[in-house]
């Protein structure tokens, strides 16, 4: 199966909590990431995570880190209209210098 | 900080011939780069990476005589695509990783390969 897997969509209401969820399966990552990428252009990194922290907070963003359950999510509160984008979840291994992308959700904002 | 620059952003170019793509990091050193390719709804595709000054590391699957990779500089580093054909046309990125931080990665905006 895939190494990093994402919902392919997300929809939420303007001013709702957007949660954007992935799972991998390679437990030597040591750095996991959300990158954002608007229609046509190039991806802009949102946020990393380190393998061994739990939680981290960096604004209208929190990223959840279950290394147990190999899974990350990406909260994003009070989402706005300018949020709407492709979010891709991406892991580095332990040794590798590239990283290794999910397929990216499309979240969906409604007024 | 930390932008990458990436030029031409579009090309449209006739098969058989060859484009070449710059990826440039403009406030930072770029110890290695690498290069992603997209396809339309896909996610990228680690291409090679490259150090600068030495050969580019291919992954499975990616023709090293046809897509060329040169990293001259800690500032620059460039993909050619050699031959092209319509099959290659696609969203290509780069991303380079400084020295400082925590060695994430940074993209440029894309070029998109239209091959006719």
């Known amino acids: 199966g895939e190494d990093v897997e994402q919902s392919l969509f997300l929809s939420v209401r303007e001013g709702d909590s957007s949660v954007i969820n992935c799972t991998y399966t390679?437990?030597?990552?040591?750095?996991l990431y959300w990158y954002k990428q608007e229609p046509g252009a190039g991806l802009q990194l949102l946020t990393y995570?380190?393998?061994?922290?739990d939680m981290k907070q960096d604004q209208r963003l929190t990223v959840l880190l279950n290394k147990k359950d190999k899974h990350l999510s990406l909260r994003i509160a009070d989402t706005q209209t300018g949020d709407s984008a492709i979010y891709f979840c991406?892991?580095?291994?332990?040794?590798?210098?590239?990283?290794?992308f999910g397929k990216g959700t499309h979240l969906i904002i409604q007024p | 900080g930390a932008v990458v620059s990436q030029h031409p952003s579009r090309v449209i170019c006739k098969s058989g011939t060859s484009v070449k793509i710059e990826c440039r990091s403009l406030?930072?050193?770029?110890?290695?780069m690498f290069w992603y390719r997209q396809f339309p709804k896909q996610s990228l595709m680690l291409m090679a990476t490259?150090?600068?000054?030495?050969?580019?590391?291919?992954e499975q699957g990616v023709e090293k005589d046809k897509f060329l990779i040169n990293h001259a500089s800690l500032t620059l580093s460039t993909l050619t695509v050699t031959s092209a054909h319509p099959e290659d046309s696609s969203f290509y990125i780069c991303?380079?990783?400084?020295?400082?931080?925590?060695?994430?990665?940074?993209f440029g905006p894309g070029t998109r390969l239209t091959v006719t």
């Open positions: 991303s380079a990783r400084g020295l400082q931080g925590m060695g994430e990665q940074y």
């Open positions: 390679d437990s030597s990552s040591t750095y």
């Open positions: 995570i380190f393998s061994n922290m």
């Open positions: 991406a892991e580095r291994l332990g040794g590798a210098d590239g990283l290794t």
């Open positions: 406030d930072f050193q770029a110890t290695t």
């Open positions: 490259s150090n600068e000054g030495s050969k580019a590391t291919y």
